[in-house]
């Protein structure tokens, strides 16, 4: 039986074996070839319902049909046709699981000769005149008040998902098949009007990684006004003259390049090597920032991943999930935390499948994609040197301290102040020398500023509780940690 494991939440296709998400942690569901069909079914019992005699009189396209006996249901399922024929041979052969694919969706029995006579090289860049009478038909529901429809745009989310399920249907996928699906379902969107399907709300969306992108909704800032929180961050001297020297550079390669300067080649892909909590990050989602207002990319928003993110339990479905990331992250930088967990040296796992699909991409978009690896120095150092193709993008590299016993109290004392707490005097002088030992007696792997933030939550916590004890505290008791507040550590 024909099926797939679906995210409930973010709907992103899975291993069969996931029983939660990797991307949102939410519960998976397991989709079979009933689920299309009656998502399908849907579509074409809506359009059928509809009045026919008022689609003659009104819709000179509709009307056109009817007279030639031929009803819109066949039309859509024909156009499927030939959509799944052209991902089908995208590779020159219809397999065994394509053709149940096909057969039991459509609810037809082609055999595979049929296929290769039937089916077309390649699909018109206009869209399937099945979206066209879909569109009039939308047109002529918004005429006669019967809201937005959307039978074009829900036909498209059936191109979409149906030609997403079709191309994994061996648990293998072909660079070049996605390409054509990529290509293809791009043109499609771009056809669409703004109709708001209201039939299949229900229904799983396009596969996209949306959910997990960690892209925030702030306001856009000026050039200055990044650099500057750059150069605010506590500590981090180093990197910050590392990355100001960086950006020096790319803002005069940029210049050179607009007034026709000829200049080398450079690759702007970082290696980011330190510990846990030493704010890797905080400085690449601020770098593309910067990249962005510079000129550098056309969007400007960070993408963090890690091994979860790019590779699955199978032989094609790690192209599919690093395309997606890949996809996902045009215009900006593509961060890989942990990237040495790709490198891994047993025969059946598919870290090389994804480290050979990210190097393609790299090349193809070398233009507007920033890829920036991290993770553990010695451990990054492996990693880069498990490929030829690695060493010679990644070749800057950035090294983040460990941040000293001032700098975590600094980071803790900011803590303080975006929660409108201070500390007293005998709280302050105990979290110094708190640090200092910290500091003095921390493991090859600290965490650093998530040490903090775990330590800075602990005081809270304790701060709650001696205050719920009394029955009627003011403001200033409510803004104040005493040394009272740190003792969980001694304990």
Wanted: proline share 2%; net charge negative.
């Amino acid at each position: 039986m024909i099926e797939w494991t679906l995210c409930k939440n973010c709907k992103k296709l899975l291993d069969s074996n996931q029983k939660s998400c990797p991307f949102c942690g939410s519960e998976v569901e397991v989709y079979h070839i009933d689920y299309l069909k009656n998502m399908l079914l849907k579509l074409t019992f809506s359009i059928n319902a509809l009045d026919n005699d008022i689609l003659i009189s009104s819709c000179p396209e509709i009307s056109n049909l009817k007279s030639e006996k031929v009803n819109l249901e066949t039309v859509i399922i024909d156009d499927l046709f030939k959509w799944f024929s052209y991902l089908g041979l995208g590779d020159e052969n219809i397999s065994d699981n394509e053709l149940e694919f096909i057969n039991t969706l459509l609810d037809t029995s082609y055999s595979k000769d049929e296929i290769l006579n039937l089916a077309d090289a390649e699909l018109n860049t206009n869209p399937p005149i099945s979206f066209k009478y879909l569109d009039e038909l939308d047109l002529f529901a918004q005429d006669w008040g019967m809201g937005n429809i959307g039978f074009s745009n829900s036909l498209y989310d059936c191109y979409s998902l149906f030609g997403k399920f079709f191309m994994t249907v061996d648990n293998a996928l072909d660079e070049e098949v996605y390409e054509k699906y990529e290509t293809y379902i791009k043109t499609l969107k771009g056809s669409l009007n703004d109709y708001e399907p209201s039939s299949f709300s229900e229904m799983p969306t396009r596969i996209e990684q949306k959910a997990e992108t960690n892209e925030e909704s702030e306001e856009s800032h000026s050039l200055d006004e990044y650099l500057n929180e750059l150069n605010r961050l506590v500590g981090l001297e180093k990197v910050k003259k590392d990355v100001n020297s960086l950006i020096n550079l790319v803002q005069i390669r940029k210049i050179r390049q607009e007034r026709g300067i000829k200049q080398p080649p450079m690759s702007l892909h970082l290696v980011f090597s330190g510990n846990p909590g030493t704010g890797k990050t905080t400085v690449a989602r601020l770098l593309s920032k910067i990249y962005h207002e510079i000129g550098i990319l056309s969007k400007g928003h960070l993408i963090e991943t890690d091994r979860s993110g790019l590779v699955g339990g199978y032989v094609g479905q790690t192209a599919i999930k690093t395309q997606e990331v890949i996809q996902n992250s045009i215009g900006g930088i593509l961060f890989i935390d942990e990237a040495y967990s790709l490198a891994s040296k047993s025969e059946n796992d598919y870290g090389a499948e994804a480290i050979d699909t990210l190097l393609k991409a790299m090349e193809d978009h070398r233009d507007d994609l920033i890829v920036i690896v991290a993770g553990y120095p010695a451990l990054m150092d492996n990693f880069l040197n498990s490929n030829p193709g690695l060493e010679s993008r990644f070749n800057k590299f950035i090294y983040f301290d460990d941040y000293d016993s001032n700098e975590l109290y600094k980071i803790f004392v900011l803590m303080c102040e975006d929660a409108s707490l201070v500390l007293d005097k005998t709280a302050e002088e105990y979290v110094k020398q708190y640090f200092e030992k910290i500091y003095e007696t921390r493991s090859k792997n600290f965490a650093n500023g998530r040490f903090v933030r775990n330590f800075f939550e602990e005081v809270l916590t304790a701060q709650a509780n001696r205050l719920a004890e009394k029955e009627n505290i003011n403001d200033e008791e409510l803004n104040t940690l005493t040394y009272e507040d740190f003792l969980l550590e001694e304990e």
